[in-house]
């Protein structure tokens, strides 16, 4: 279990990075081109509409929170008896959350920003993982 607690951790910390992209790119006055590839795959559109903050919080600052809280629960609390049910608590809410997200980018906003599909990929691969964490703490 300790080694799938490494891979999550290390999986979060890379979900802090991206999200702290993603917040500078939110606070960018000028165009990024590394991550606008045209109408369709275009985070300027994503991180500066209307949906990129929740009562004033920058969507990619909840996400870079979320991740550190996941990263701490895989490596400092990793021994606590409750951490295998918080940690999938928490990916399971950070997945609900970047599939709304993902909704948005695709239906409303018309427009995939790399840096949320990364995020997704992320918190994709740390859901099934806390799934087993969980699972094998019940033994």
Known sequence: MRRLMSIVAILAVCGVIVSSVSLQHHYATSKTEYCDLGETFNCDIVN??????????????????????VAGLATVYRERRDTPALLLGGALAGFAFALYLTYIEGRVLGAWCILCLSSLALITSITPLSFVVWVRSRD
Do not use: C, D
């Open 48 to 69: 500066r509409s209307e949906y990129s903050s929740i009562l004033g919080i920058p969507v990619a600052l909840i996400g870079m929170l979320g991740y550190a809280a």
